[in-house]
């Protein structure tokens, strides 16, 4: 009895914050760090963005941190959620948090989704998070982004694959991501039976925003989800006279020396060779148009380089200095690449490309750790980005940023991500009828 009481006075004189903490602590700045190690301090402390800064009604990611551009406190995003689904799996599979937690936390993601606002089976952009309502992304975007959706459910299906236990809650997980997923009308946004897909509808504005997706760029990931849907996919004529008929897609050129098979010049912000990658394995994967291994390590090389050579004279860029994505910015938010350089390095740019371009990914990653660190490393990670030219250093981390950061490495790791998804039959099946090969197709 002595020794209860002793312990209820010293849970009563803790402070209010370390009674109610719950979370993952914070890693300080470490020296003498393992490679391995420091993937996983990496990994664990993006981790914490997801986690402890998740909604607390709805556990959907939060746009960013902090509520600049006027945002407010309850946007919760669409694809940043799928990528922190992805991240929750990390985490459950390194033991960060226990198998049991996150599939409640998914589950009580999935719940939320299946009573939010969808529409013909899509999700905006943006939710609020305690509601379920839509918030506008713009004055004509409020209804379906099939982009951010396709975003969504690469993460829920590595979800479904992944919690397969015969217990309640993993059961009720993955039969409410199928209900979710079935519902999804794919040939709805072909926009009366067109030979493309089209990234927006609102019942408000019906098709205004007027935006067919073709490619090269991050959208691969939608065209592969679109043609797998079991009740409602669309057609190989989709992907093959909509996407990949483009005046942008194919390319062939090479830039300071490293061929580009698809894609505008120079290969666009590296975000295309990211977020349709984070469950859809590269490996051997090719179609007539491409090696898309090829396309991906090929257009972080040209990144890469471009920055090496540094043909703007910005500061701070060099062969451990690198890459190139959207971002937060100096003076906004910008798609950055070596078309469109202000002279911003965006720590996820290089750190997502570990599987492509692993020993200089890791060069990058020393050096935003060990060297500027002081002024890189947060409580959630790396910060969003940095400019030495115009001296600032972004006081934000994006859910979009940080999300592959921690995939990425895991991919590049175990290929944990890209093993569960592409083990889902209906990505195979889809995959298989737009003309793809890959080593995960079942003959």
């Known amino acids: 009895m002595r020794q209860l009481f002793i312990l209820i006075c010293m849970v009563a004189m803790m402070p209010v914050a370390a009674q109610q903490q719950k979370g993952i602590p914070p890693l300080p700045l470490q020296k003498n760090l393992s ?51 992805m991240a929750t799996i990390v985490a459950a599979e390194r033991k960060w948090i226990s198998r049991d937690t996150a599939a409640k936390q998914l589950l009580k993601m999935v719940n939320f989704l299946l009573k939010a606002d969808a529409y013909h089976g899509v999700f905006p952009h943006w939710l609020n998070g305690a509601t379920g309502k839509t918030i506008p992304f713009s004055r004509k975007d409020d209804g379906a982004d099939l982009v951010e959706t396709s975003y969504l459910f690469q993460g829920l299906l590595c979800a479904r694959q992944y919690f397969t236990a015969n217990n309640q809650a993993e059961r009720e997980l993955r039969n409410r991501i199928g209900w979710l997923w079935n519902d999804i009308e794919w040939n709805w946004f072909t926009n009366g039976g067109q030979e493309v897909l089209y990234w927006h509808w609102s019942p408000n504005n019906g098709w205004a925003m007027n935006f067919p997706v073709r490619g090269f760029n991050e959208c691969l990931i939608m065209y592969v989800l679109a043609a797998s849907g079991e009740k409602y996919p669309v057609s190989s004529a989709v992907y093959h006279r909509g996407w990949a008929e483009s ?19 120079y290969g ?35 990144n890469r380089e471009h920055c090496i050579r540094n043909p703007n004279g910005f500061k701070g860029y060099g062969v451990n200095a690198w890459g190139l994505t959207a971002s937060d910015t100096y003076n906004g938010y910008a798609a ?22 692993p020993d200089y990914s890791m060069q990058a990653l020393k050096h935003f750790y060990f060297t500027k660190g002081n002024q890189l490393w947060s409580p959630y990670g790396f910060v969003d980005a940095y400019n ?10 994006l859910a979009i940023d940080q999300g592959p950061i921690i995939v990425m490495i895991e991919n590049y790791r175990t290929g944990l991500l890209w093993k569960l998804f592409m083990s889902c039959p209906e990505i195979q099946n889809g995959l298989t009828k737009l003309g793809f090969e890959s080593p995960w197709i079942k003959k």
Not at 247 to 264: C, E, R, T, V
């Open 336 to 357: 950055h690449s070596p078309t469109e350089d202000n002279g911003t390095i965006t720590p996820t740019a290089a750190l997502s490309a570990f599987p492509y371009t």
């Open 247 to 265: 005046n942008f897609f194919k390319n062939g050129k090479s830039f300071y020396g490293i061929k580009l098979p698809l894609g505008f010049d």
């Open 35 to 85: 490679d391995s190690a420091l993937l996983d301090a990496v990994q664990l402390q993006t981790f914490r963005y997801f986690w402890d800064f998740a909604h607390p009604v709805s556990g959907m990611a939060r746009e960013r941190s902090n509520t600049s551009f006027g945002y407010g406190d309850e946007v919760v995003t669409t694809g940043g959620t799928g990528f922190g689904i």
């Open 388 to 397: 030495e030219s115009q001296n600032w250093i972004a006081a934000s981390h």
């Open 268 to 302: 666009g912000p590296l975000f295309f060779s990211h977020y349709s990658f984070l469950g859809l394995d590269p490996r051997g994967l090719k179609d007539r148009y491409a090696d898309y291994w090829e396309q991906n390590r090929n257009h972080t090389l040209i």
